[in-house]
């Protein structure tokens, strides 16, 4: 593999898939989350904001005009054809973001080793061979519920459960414990990944 090594983060909401992407990033890697690029295409993309509007309505805009994420957030929460509207509008434009990012970190004269991204429905959009390796961050349903503020049952139901997502990850990490052992998996990854 040549640098920089793609790596994708996945798990279920409240797992520490962002934790564990900014303790990659304070190792050394080129990180971005998909919630990133989500925000980005929201704020500067005017055919995104143009078919939002079109099919979410003019409530989703924010008081500066730009489609507003919690807006948008409780227009699809209860709304399955929405929010899969919602997926199919942005999952291609994310990966297209991505991969132009990844090439830019691939043509700098020093590339990083690893760069690392955050995919929360990974294996559930197929996106799992744009990448070199898949590290899946797992935690129990109680534990994740209690760290996270956005509801999980309806979004559960959808999901590939951990167990079979751990099965097809190079790399899986039962975050139970506090930053110290979720950093030093992230730690051990990278060794494997770029050996010094």
Not at 140 to 159: F, G, H, I, N, Y
């Amino acid at each position: 593999m040549s640098p920089p090594v793609a790596v994708a983060i996945t798990g279920g909401i409240g797992a520490g898939k962002s934790t564990a992407l900014a303790s990659f990033r304070h190792h050394g890697a080129a990180t971005v989350s998909s919630d990133e690029i989500v925000h980005h295409l929201l704020a500067t993309d005017p055919e995104v904001k143009e078919k939002l509007v079109e099919r979410l309505g003019e409530e989703i805009l924010g008081d500066d005009g730009a489609p507003d994420r919690e807006r948008i957030a409780i227009r699809v929460f209860k709304d399955r054809d929405a929010l899969d509207f919602l997926e199919k509008l942005l999952h291609p434009l994310v990966s297209r973001e991505y991969m132009s990012w990844r090439d830019q970190l691939a043509a700098l004269p020093n590339p990083p080793l690893v760069c690392v991204t955050e995919v929360p429905l990974l294996y559930e959009v197929g996106a799992e061979t744009r990448f070199d390796k898949v590290v899946v961050i797992t935690a129990p349903t109680k534990l994740r519920r209690a760290r996270s503020d956005v509801a999980t049952d309806d979004r559960e139901s959808r999901l590939i459960p951990d167990a079979e997502k751990v099965e097809r990850a190079d790399y899986s990490f039962k975050n139970t414990g506090g930053l110290e052992e979720l950093d030093a998996f992230v730690a051990s990854v990278l060794a494997d990944l770029a050996p010094s």
